[in-house]
């Protein structure tokens, strides 16, 4: 009775294996037996490759893509409820373009996009009901602006500087660097400064270098470009001016200054 039980059960699950991939059987052993682990691929040099999935008694809680031992393709997180948590880009081992994440509901808890080349990531915040609640903008030193909104979208809280503080340039590795106080640098041709650009309103820039208004900058992404502001050896009196004012009534809202004296040798 017991062999004659044995060789059905044995065609079944040879069935299985056949019909369905090794992943797929894992993840449906995992769901079925509550397990709490990840299901992933390794190529031959025992590194993930392919999708991978991690459970929590049973439940999905994150599926990724990976090639090579590095994540590349989507990423994505779960709530218990199956609803998505979070949902990313990868390439490289590292995130492209803009992060989303999620209340339980299904609404936008908050975006956050990265730029890799100068490590600034603006944020924006969500209340539950869809609105604006937080503008945050950072640079490679951490964050330079904050601001709150009200139910009304008004400005309840403005923290911070419209323009970081933080001037760099690209050396001829491409590294980035920082600018300093009455420093000496040798390789220092453009530079670049990371500025805000809340919802709702506008920013003006004003660059003066030695004395002369600099006309001739690119505003993009966050990011002042002023090519070739450092064209010869010498002594650099830099001054940024920034304001904000609200787009509709034109009122500014806010202006700072920054003001640096660097050396190029």
């Known amino acids: 009775m017991k062999k004659t039980l044995i060789y ?46 991690a459970y929590s008694d049973g439940i999905l809680t994150a599926k990724s893509e990976w090639k090579n031992g590095q994540q590349d393709g989507e990423s994505v997180e779960y709530y218990p409820t199956g609803q998505i948590k979070a949902r990313s880009i990868y390439k490289n081992d590292k995130v492209i373009g803009t992060q989303y994440h999620y209340y339980e509901n299904g609404g936008i808890y908050y975006t956050s996009t990265v730029r890799e080349k100068d490590k600034s990531e603006v944020i924006y915040n969500y209340s539950k009901a869809g609105r604006l609640a937080i503008y945050d903008i950072s640079d490679v030193a951490g964050t330079f602006f904050h601001i709150e909104y009200g139910n009304n979208g008004n400005i309840n809280r403005l923290i911070g500087s419209v323009v970081s503080p933080n001037m760099y340039f690209f050396d001829n590795r491409d590294t980035l660097i920082v600018l300093k106080e009455k420093q000496h640098y040798i390789d220092i041709k453009d530079l670049f400064l990371t500025y805000a ?56 809202m806010k202006i700072d200054t920054l003001d640096m004296v660097v050396f190029k040798d």
């Open 8 to 53: 059905p059960i044995l065609v079944l699950v040879l069935t299985i294996l056949i019909y369905f991939n090794i992943t797929t059987v894992k993840r449906l052993w995992f769901s079925v037996f509550k397990k709490t682990g990840i299901i992933a691929d390794f190529n031959a040099q025992d590194k993930i490759n392919g999708d991978a999935f």
């Open 197 to 252: 650009s809340p919802p709702q309103s506008q920013t003006q820039i004003n660059l003066i270098v030695n004395n002369n208004l600099i006309k001739d900058f690119s505003m993009s992404d966050n990011t002042i470009r002023a090519e070739n502001a450092f064209k010869q050896k010498g002594t650099y009196s830099i001054r940024v001016i920034g304001s904000l004012s609200d787009s509709t009534t034109k009122k500014i």
